[in-house]
């Protein structure tokens, strides 16, 4: 059986931006640096960082290729100049890439928070901010994101 596929917009992206941004209104805490997740989380990266003028890096993160190892060498001397850094990626589908993320660094003089576009219920990893909410479990359709459907005539693969 062919898996659902849900569009979502760029409309719902900056819907989503503007719910994370009053969450973050929310507490006492404001980001200094806003790491993305690369790729998912380099559009929504770069908007939230243009939208609360704070200064954006992207990270290299992908484990559905087991051929790419993690390279978390921006963030770890990101650690050293800034102490308030918002982690940012698309969705929170099964917590993996986060919770790699959180387990990888040490914490002890820096405020780290996580934040997705879409968070999954039944992610095994909690985000502190999000911009929607879903459930997987009880709706698997698969997400397709705006900069997800872009296929240049050029490319041949």
Same mark, same amino acid.
């Given at each position: 059986?062919? @898996?659902?596929?849900?569009?979502?917009?760029?409309? @719902?992206?900056? /819907?989503? /931006?503007d719910e994370i941004i009053n969450q973050i209104s929310q507490t006492e805490w404001f980001p200094d640096l806003i790491i993305s997740i690369n790729r998912g989380g380099c559009v929504p990266g770069v908007y939230l960082s $243009?939208?609360?003028?704070?200064? $954006?890096?992207?990270? &290299?993160v992908q484990l559905r290729d087991e051929k790419n190892k993690p390279n978390l060498a921006i963030l770890e &001397? =990101?650690?050293?100049?800034? =102490? &308030?850094? /918002?982690?940012i990626d698309d969705i929170n589908d099964t917590g993996a890439t986060f919770k790699l993320i959180d387990h990888?660094? %040490?914490?002890? @003089?820096?405020?780290?928070? *996580?934040?997705? /576009?879409? @968070?999954?219920?039944? =992610?095994?990893?909690?985000? %502190? *901010?999000r911009g929607k909410i879903i459930d997987k479990s009880l709706n698997p359709s698969w997400i397709v994101f705006p900069w997800e459907k872009y296929q240049s005539e050029y490319y041949q693969g």
């Open positions: 059986m062919k @898996e659902k596929k849900i569009n979502f917009t760029i409309e @719902e992206m900056e /819907l989503a /931006l $243009h939208a609360i003028n704070v200064p $954006h890096k992207v990270i &290299n &001397n =990101s650690l050293i100049s800034y =102490s &308030n850094i /918002l982690i990888a660094i %040490d914490k002890k @003089e820096i405020n780290i928070y *996580f934040a997705s /576009l879409i @968070e999954n219920n039944s =992610s095994a990893f909690k985000v %502190d *901010f």
